[in-house]
């Protein structure tokens, strides 16, 4: 079964930064494409960031020039460095792998982190 253990969410000042984790276990992490997606009360989640392979990164307007994913696949981990926080940053931080098998799409979640941006 793949797991996920994320951190880093928490109550942050606007102007600060913070930094998410994902390890995920049970899974063959570098042949997967990794996501950070966020999610407000009554919205559908958004994506906030991708990376494929070691450099190949795309991230959404809103946080072009703040944000930072980064992987390490020698430790299964996938990084979200926020920087610049404004208060619509506020929101559940999911982690989602994703990858093509064989013509299969297989996509798994991690169970959130939480950040609140605010003074």
């Known amino acids: 079964e793949v797991q996920f253990v994320e951190s880093g969410g928490g109550l942050v000042q606007p102007g600060d930064f913070r930094r998410l984790s994902c390890t995920v276990s049970?899974?063959?992490?570098?042949?997967?494409?990794m996501n950070w997606v966020r999610q407000t009360p009554g919205n559908e989640r958004d994506f906030v960031a991708g990376i494929i392979g070691g450099s190949s990164t795309n991230y959404a307007d809103s946080v072009k020039g703040r944000f930072t994913i980064s992987r390490d696949d020698a430790t299964n981990t996938v990084y979200l460095q926020m920087d610049s926080l404004k208060p619509e940053d506020t929101a559940t931080y999911y982690c989602?792998?994703?990858?093509?098998?064989?013509?299969?799409?297989?996509?798994?979640w991690g169970q959130g982190t939480h950040v609140t941006v605010s003074s």
């Open positions: 989602n792998a994703v990858t093509v098998t064989d013509g299969h799409y297989k996509n798994y």
């Open positions: 049970e899974l063959n992490f570098g042949s997967y494409g």
